[in-house]
T-cell receptor, first 115, second 109 residues
Framework: DTGVSQDPRHKITKRGQNVTFRCDPI?????LYWYRQTLGQGPEFLTY????????KSRLLSDRFSAERPKGSFSTLEIQRTEQGDSAMYLC?????????????FGPGTRLTVL | KNEVEQSPQNLTAQEGEFITINCSYS?????LHWLQQHPGGGIVSLFM???GKKKHGRLIATINIQEKHSSLHITASHPRDSAVYIC???????????FGQGTRLTINP
């Protein structure tokens, strides 16, 4: 257990539905990352926050995806109008300022299946 | 071509064998990470390298900055080492990691 938690761990939804995932980082960590990992591949960067500010978004993050970190603590990732191609593991990671070379602590992930 | 390439993609070995997983990258980096992912998804950091070599128990990681190459070695492999091993680089000037596709290691008893 790295101290980063994600909820839910598994989500099955029908195409077209909206889903929301939550990530709770380690409490003193001010930077939070979201990644997507499809089967047999490494994680791909989606977005990251420094406190409540969203500083970078990948072009992978289409307009159906939105992420928030309203108080600089937990974060949510919402996918609207889900598509089968959204099926993946969604990972969250956090780091604390001054961490050398961006050492990240990963949550267990939320596995999304879109039927 | 991906910025980070790992080889092999899959590796099966017998308990006790010496294991090597390779990672090559094509960009300037500040650091390279080796990560371990067990079934179920959780990822843990094994090593962070900016130069040279690090050792932790039976695991050894090396990096050659000039050749843009890193290796992860496991000595006296054990079935509990079975996992996906992922190489990730921190690109110079960036604040995000770029990941390889992972190497699935299976150690048979």
């Amino acid at each position: 257990d790295t101290g980063v938690s994600q909820d839910p761990r598994h989500k099955i939804t029908k195409r077209g539905q909206n889903v929301t995932f939550r990530c709770d980082p380690i409490s003193e960590h001010n930077r939070l990352y979201w990644y997507r990992q499809t089967l047999g591949q490494g994680p791909e960067f989606l977005t990251y926050f420094q406190n409540e500010a969203q500083l970078e978004k990948s072009r992978l993050l289409s307009d159906r995806f939105s992420a928030e970190r309203p108080k600089g603590s937990f974060s949510t990732l919402e996918i609207q109008r889900t598509e089968q191609g959204d099926s993946a593991m969604y990972l969250c990671a956090s780091i604390t300022p001054g961490t050398p070379y961006n050492e990240q602590f990963f949550g267990p992930g939320t596995r999304l299946t879109v039927l | 071509k991906n910025e980070v390439e790992q080889s092999p993609q899959n590796l099966t070995a017998q308990e006790g064998e010496f294991i090597t997983i390779n990672c090559s990258y094509s960009v300037g980096i500040s650091a390279l990470h080796w990560l371990q992912q067990h079934p179920g998804g959780g990822i843990v950091s094994l090593f962070m390298l900016s130069s040279g070599k690090k050792k932790h128990g039976r695991l050894i990681a090396t990096i050659n900055i000039q050749e843009k190459h890193s290796s992860l070695h496991i000595t006296a492999s054990h079935p509990r080492d079975s996992a996906v091993y992922i190489c990730a680089v921190l690109i110079q000037g960036a604040q995000k990691l770029v990941f390889g596709q992972g190497t699935r290691l299976t150690i048979n008893p």
